[in-house]
């Protein structure tokens, strides 16, 4: 999932994870929070989720 998010918004597929979350009927805080519990963290200086530790 987090390759997928993460290709979607680097590739320009999607300008935002606000905008990326409502094509597929999701909240972006949903997101974020699946994610964090297993391992990743939104960077919003990179648009991008990483591994927790390395989003400094």
């Known amino acids: 999932m987090v390759s997928s998010v993460n290709m979607l918004l680097r590739d320009e ?3 935002s994870l606000e905008s990326l ?3 597929f009927s999701r909240e972006p805080q949903e997101i974020k929070d ?3 519990g ?3 963290v939104w960077s ?3 648009k991008q989720f990483r ?3 390395y989003d400094k």
């Open 21 to 23: 979350c409502y094509a």
């Open 34 to 36: 699946y994610l964090l």
């Open 51 to 53: 591994p927790i530790g």
């Open 13 to 15: 597929e999607f300008d």
């Open 44 to 46: 919003e200086q990179q």
């Open 38 to 40: 297993h391992g990743f």
